[in-house]
Nanobody, 128 residues
Framework: QVQLVESGGGLVQPGGSLRLSCAASGFTFSRVWMYWLRQAPGKGLEWVSAINTGVSTTYYRDSVKGRFTISRDNAKNTLYLQMNSLKSEDTAVYYC?????????????????????WGQGTQVTVSS
């Protein structure tokens, strides 16, 4: 049974930090690209970051570059997202997702249907 379980969300003040985790099981974690996506209230799904199987290549959407860091531990089947300098506009439900390749087209990356596996999400609220 495939599972992606996110954790680490919560309420944080602007400028603060959070570290999200995503525990994977039921598939060969080391063979898939892993992604973080988010959905803010009343808005569409948007891709946040991606990391390749070998942990050598990462991508970020422009609005989080320099503030967020994606990483993975293939030995522990776990994906991470370190979020620093958080802003109110980062408030969203954050999801981890997996698929076998990187989609160059951003619309595809933002489409939930393009992913093989999907987590249940964790809420991140940035507010004073």
């Amino acid at each position: 049974q495939v599972q992606l379980v996110e954790s680490g969300g919560g309420l944080v003040q602007p400028g603060g930090s959070l570290r999200l985790s995503c525990a994977a099981s039921g598939f060969t974690f080391s063979r898939v690209w892993m992604y973080w996506l988010r959905q803010a209230p009343g808005k569409g799904l948007e891709w946040v970051s991606a990391i390749n199987t070998g942990v050598s290549t990462t991508y970020y959407r422009d609005s989080v570059k320099g503030r967020f860091t994606i990483s993975r531990d293939n030995a522990k089947n776990t994906l991470y997202l370190q979020m620093n300098s958080l802003k109110s506009e980062d408030t969203a439900v954050y999801y981890c997702a997996a698929k076998r390749y990187y989609s160059a087209n951003e619309n595809t990356r933002n489409d939930r249907r393009s992913y093989d596996f999907w987590g249940q999400g964790t809420q991140v609220t940035v507010s004073s």
